[in-house]
């Protein structure tokens, strides 16, 4: 793991006056970009060639009339995403002047062990905790939420254990990036549905061996969009978002007689993300909500050596005796900030009194901490 005297050291050469924000076009990036750009920051998208046009042509920054629209001011397009670990765009990237904003698609893109050993580039957030998103490692976050009691949907051992319903959590076979999830109430259930989805080419035999299985919690989801700040030593709720998931949202929205009669190659929904919308809570819930974020963070300075930088989302569900359980956590910007964009949280509104979504809080962040010369506390 690079050393976060090494990334001091390299902030040392930094002219502080030309601070770039740049991360992967991608997941997030668009909120990243709206954000930097509202409090006056030069923005860079690192593109992968054939998936460019969105940040190189339509959000591309550019004079209309008298006013300047668009959020990217340079689009860095590559063959591939990882070509940005390459040690000449690393050279490139210091010599701009950047911190660079981790997203999922960084960590699913480019090689972790690159990141945490390589990639020699000031980064906003906690490079330590990255790996902690990839399940099955000794140290994911559900190692970290067990071990600090923080609550998250109960672990099923074994297939034959099945006895209520339960979300059994494994890689798409094809679409490797994205989720070959499937729920079953029953050992019977979870053979036939796996069985199904192995000869439909879904999952795999080998994936299936090592998926995750957990209790489903009947109740709605809510993505908590926090952020903890090491300039203001405070945790923030700035918003809630929820996702839009395919194919399952198209199954739920058909009447129960057609669901049952689709035929075998559809009848058990996918739950590919494609969107997310907004959310709030009843207010009695949110000291609930802030009380996770609180011992989230104290358990990563217990665990990490300090506190979780910046955002941070917990994705939880609430059950009927309205109880949070965390089922994925998020140790860098959420993937549904974007629906904020520009308008902000409802809740991060109304703590700043102006528009404030997770992009703008980042570079709000990265401003404070230039501006109070304390610049290596927000970069690892």
């Given at each position: 793991?690079?050393?976060?005297?090494?990334?001091?050291?390299?902030l040392?050469?930094?002219?502080?006056?030309d601070?770039?924000?740049?991360?992967?076009?991608?997941?997030?990036?668009?909120?990243?970009?709206?954000?930097?750009?509202?409090?006056?920051f030069?923005?860079?998208?690192?593109?992968?060639?054939?998936?460019?046009?969105t940040?190189?042509?339509?959000?591309?920054?550019?004079?209309?009339g008298?006013?300047?629209?668009?959020?990217?001011d340079?689009?860095?397009?590559?063959?591939?995403?990882?070509?940005?670990?390459?040690?000449?765009?690393?050279?490139?990237?210091?010599?701009?002047?950047?911190?660079?904003?981790?997203?999922?698609?960084?960590?699913?893109y480019?090689?972790?062990?690159?990141?945490?050993?390589?990639?020699?580039v000031?980064?906003?957030?906690?490079?330590?905790?990255?790996?902690?998103?990839?399940?099955?490692?000794k140290?994911?976050?559900?190692?970290?939420?067990?071990?600090?009691g923080?609550p998250?949907?109960e672990?099923?051992?074994?297939?034959?254990?099945?006895?209520?319903?339960?979300i059994?959590?494994?890689?798409?076979?094809?679409?490797?990036?994205?989720?070959?999830?499937?729920?079953?109430?029953?050992?019977?259930e979870?053979?036939?549905?796996?069985?199904?989805?192995?000869?439909?080419?879904?999952?795999?035999?080998?994936?299936?061996?090592?998926?995750?299985?957990?209790?489903y919690?009947?109740?709605?989801?809510?993505?908590?969009?926090?952020?903890?700040?090491?300039?203001?030593?405070?945790?923030?709720?700035?918003?809630i978002d929820?996702?839009?998931?395919?194919?399952?949202?198209?199954?739920?929205?058909?009447?129960?007689?057609?669901q049952?009669?689709?035929?075998?190659?559809?009848?058990?929904?996918?739950?590919?993300?494609c969107?997310h919308?907004?959310?709030?809570?009843?207010?009695s819930?949110?000291?609930?909500?802030?009380?996770?974020?609180?011992k989230?963070?104290?358990?990563t300075?217990?665990?990490?050596?300090?506190?979780?930088?910046?955002?941070?989302?917990?994705?939880?569900?609430v059950?009927?005796?309205?109880?949070?359980?965390?089922?994925?956590?998020?140790?860098?910007?959420?993937?549904?900030?974007?629906?904020?964009?520009?308008?902000?949280?409802?809740?991060?509104?109304?703590?700043?009194?102006?528009?404030?979504?997770?992009?703008?809080?980042?570079?709000?962040?990265?401003?404070?901490?230039l501006?109070e010369?304390?610049?290596?506390?927000?970069?690892?």
């Open positions: 793991m690079i050393e976060r005297q090494e990334i001091w050291e390299i040392d050469e930094y002219d502080y006056n601070i770039k924000i740049a991360a992967i076009a991608s997941h997030s990036a668009l909120d990243t970009f709206d954000g930097a750009k509202e409090e006056g030069k923005t860079i998208a690192i593109c992968q060639r054939g998936r460019e046009k940040y190189a042509k339509y959000f591309a920054t550019r004079k209309v008298s006013n300047f629209i668009g959020m990217v340079e689009a860095w397009i590559f063959e591939k995403f990882n070509e940005i670990l390459k040690e000449e765009q690393q050279k490139k990237l210091r010599s701009e002047n950047v911190i660079f904003i981790p997203n999922r698609s960084f960590t699913s480019c090689s972790l062990d690159s990141i945490e050993n390589d990639f020699m000031p980064m906003f957030g906690s490079r330590n905790m990255l790996r902690s998103e990839e399940r099955g490692e140290h994911d976050y559900y190692w970290l939420l067990e071990k600090e923080l998250f949907p672990k099923i051992n074994e297939p034959e254990e099945i006895n209520e319903l339960v059994v959590k494994l890689h798409h076979a094809v679409k490797k990036l994205e989720r070959g999830f499937f729920t079953a109430s029953s050992y019977k979870y053979k036939e549905k796996s069985e199904k989805l192995i000869k439909q080419g879904v999952i795999t035999e080998e994936d299936l061996k090592n998926a995750r299985m957990e209790r919690i009947i109740g709605p989801v809510f993505n908590l969009d926090f952020f903890y700040s090491p300039i203001l030593k405070q945790i923030e709720l700035l918003g929820w996702r839009f998931e395919t194919s399952l949202d198209g199954h739920v929205r058909l009447p129960a007689d057609q049952l009669s689709l035929p075998e190659k559809q009848k058990i929904p996918e739950y590919t993300v969107g919308n907004m959310a709030t809570l009843r207010e819930l949110l000291e609930k909500a802030f009380k996770l974020a609180e989230f963070a104290q358990a300075e217990k665990h990490y050596g300090y506190k979780i930088i910046g955002p941070f989302c917990l994705q939880t569900c059950d009927k005796d309205l109880n949070f359980y965390i089922y994925d956590v998020a140790p860098r910007i959420g993937g549904g900030t974007n629906v904020h964009m520009f308008v902000g949280h409802p809740y991060g509104n109304s703590l700043w009194r102006a528009r404030m979504s997770t992009g703008r809080r980042i570079a709000l962040e990265i401003r404070m901490a501006e010369g304390k610049i290596k506390e927000v970069v690892s």
